[in-house]
């Protein structure tokens, strides 16, 4: 059973500092996405990474996966409070199967 | 429709009920998928739909849940004798190919009392 593993669970910053959240997996997955959630709604797409070692730039937002594309972390700078939210990570497998992890609750203090 | 859509947006039901939830993908998308999200917590993937087809249901939790989807497009999730367990946020998404980026609707809040 393939399974994503989100750290930390929860995470409550001052605004303007940075952070790093983690998404770890034993598995391969041939892409990787992360996902942003506010309460009473659905988690809307951030950004996708297909190539092992590929980094991509979203504003203040980094997601890098890894080389061996079983991991992949999100950094964000400069936090601000529109920040705050639920980030999940999911992986697509070779069977073209999108698992979820647990989820990051972000919370950001002005 | 501009978006996914899904309805009820809260249902409150007593154990031992049938409950039905809607869910209305983005016109011209194939994939439909179904997921339950306890609160704060991260998706339970439950079943997804290829057109009109569920090849995997390997989801879920139990024979009292079951869905179906028709003329490719409308989905309903149905769960029969609700138990206290089941209240969850039941989450459509719907992607133009199975694999690509899913978009979500809002949910439907169940609560069983």
């Known amino acids: 059973t393939q399974l994503l593993e989100q750290s930390p669970q929860f995470l409550s910053i001052q605004e303007g500092e940075n952070l790093t959240v983690y998404c770890n997996s034993s598995?391969?997955?041939?892409?990787l996405q992360w996902y942003r959630q506010e309460p009473g709604e659905g988690p809307v797409l951030l950004v996708t990474?297909?190539?092992?070692?590929e980094v991509k730039k979203l504003k203040r937002l980094t997601f890098q996966f890894g080389d061996a594309r079983k991991d992949s972390s999100l950094h964000i700078t400069a936090a601000q409070p529109g920040d705050t939210g639920l980030y999940l990570c999911?992986?697509?497998?070779?069977?073209?199967?999108?698992?979820f992890g647990s989820g990051t609750r972000l919370s950001i203090r002005p | 429709g501009a978006g996914v859509s899904q309805s009820p947006s809260n249902k409150v039901t007593e154990k031992g009920k049938d409950v039905e939830l809607r869910c209305d993908p983005i016109?011209?998308?194939?994939?439909l998928y179904w997921y339950r999200q306890s609160l704060g917590q991260g998706l339970e993937f439950l079943i997804y739909?290829?057109?009109?087809?569920?090849?995997?249901k390997s989801g879920l939790p139990s024979d009292r849940f079951s869905a179906e989807r028709t003329g490719g497009s409308v989905s309903t999730l149905t769960i029969q004798r609700t138990q206290q367990e089941d209240s969850a946020v039941y989450l459509c998404?719907?992607?133009?190919?199975?694999?690509?980026?899913?978009?979500f609707g809002p949910g439907t809040r169940l609560t069983v009392l």
């Open positions: 998404a719907s992607s133009y190919i199975q694999g690509n980026e899913q978009f």
């Open positions: 598995s391969v997955f041939s892409s």
């Open positions: 990474v297909v190539t092992g070692g």
């Open positions: 999911a992986g697509e497998s070779s069977a073209s199967k999108i698992i």
């Open positions: 016109s011209g998308h194939t994939a």
């Open positions: 739909f290829q057109g009109n087809s569920a090849p995997d």
